[in-house]
């Protein structure tokens, strides 16, 4: 089966631009994940999808974080300005229902805000 | 503090090694128990899982928690080259899709 799907890999934008990464979920997978690491901190949560509904977006850093997820299939997150402090790798995760420990994690979307 | 403590590293060892990696945390309403490996320019990959205390085995790789502690180990067996890679620990407090919460990772090195 095809694994999570992310793109860009790499972004390098200036601060006060918009980016929009997107993730493809394993097909089916109803809940999908978005993770940050920023240099030098560990992987930290930013949101959960369960379909196309947020069910726990806690992580979020702050409001020019957003995040959507079309029809419960795909989603974007999209940082509006970008800011330097936003530069990192971004996560997509997918899982089935009721299971945490089923993650699959994409390649990442490394981002670079100069 | 941070809620999951993990050694950076690196650590190297030689092939055929057993290497250990530990984690400890803090927040006792952890009850399931993963362990990733990353390599470079990849997403985690989920190696294995453990609920609650005890011990798992699959091949190579030895699983264990002792929540009255609150650590938890892998161990790795007749470590070769292809398990050099970053592995991360991650726990959750249940089996219902919540976050993961992750230690930093250590970076291990397994040299021929």
């Known amino acids: 089966e095809a694994g999570v799907t992310q793109f860009p890999s790499h972004s390098v934008i200036e601060k006060g631009q918009t980016v929009t990464l997107r993730c493809d979920p394993i097909?089916?997978?109803?809940?999908l994940y978005w993770y940050r690491r920023v240099m030098g901190k560990e992987i930290k949560f930013l949101l959960h999808?369960?379909?196309?509904?947020?069910?726990?977006e806690s992580g979020m850093p702050n409001n020019r974080f957003l995040a959507e997820r079309t029809g419960g299939t795909y989603s974007t997150l999209k940082v509006q300005p970008a800011e330097l402090e936003d530069s990192g790798v971004y996560f997509c995760?997918?899982?089935?229902?009721?299971?945490?420990?089923?993650?699959?994690f994409g390649s990442g979307t490394r981002l670079t805000v100069v | 503090q941070k809620e999951v403590e993990q050694d950076p590293g690196p650590l190297s060892v030689p092939e055929g090694a057993i290497v250990s990696l530990n984690c400890t945390y803090s927040?006792?309403?952890?009850?399931?128990f993963m362990w990733y490996r990353q390599y470079s320019r990849k997403g985690p990959e989920l190696l294995m899982y453990?609920?609650?205390?005890g011990n798992k085995e699959d091949g190579r790789f030895t699983a264990q928690v002792d929540k009255s502690s609150k650590y938890i180990s892998l161990f790795i067996r007749d470590s070769q080259p292809s398990d050099s890679a970053t592995y991360l620990c991650?726990?959750?407090?249940?089996?219902?899709?919540?976050?993961?919460?992750f230690g930093g990772g250590t970076r291990l090195m397994v040299k021929p």
């Open positions: 999808f369960v379909k196309e509904s947020k069910q726990d």
């Open positions: 995760a997918s899982s089935q229902m009721g299971a945490s420990y089923g993650y699959t």
């Open positions: 453990t609920y609650s205390s």
């Open positions: 927040n006792s309403a952890f009850q399931y």
């Open positions: 991650a726990m959750t407090f249940n089996n219902a899709g919540n976050m993961l919460t």
């Open positions: 097909s089916g997978h109803d809940n």
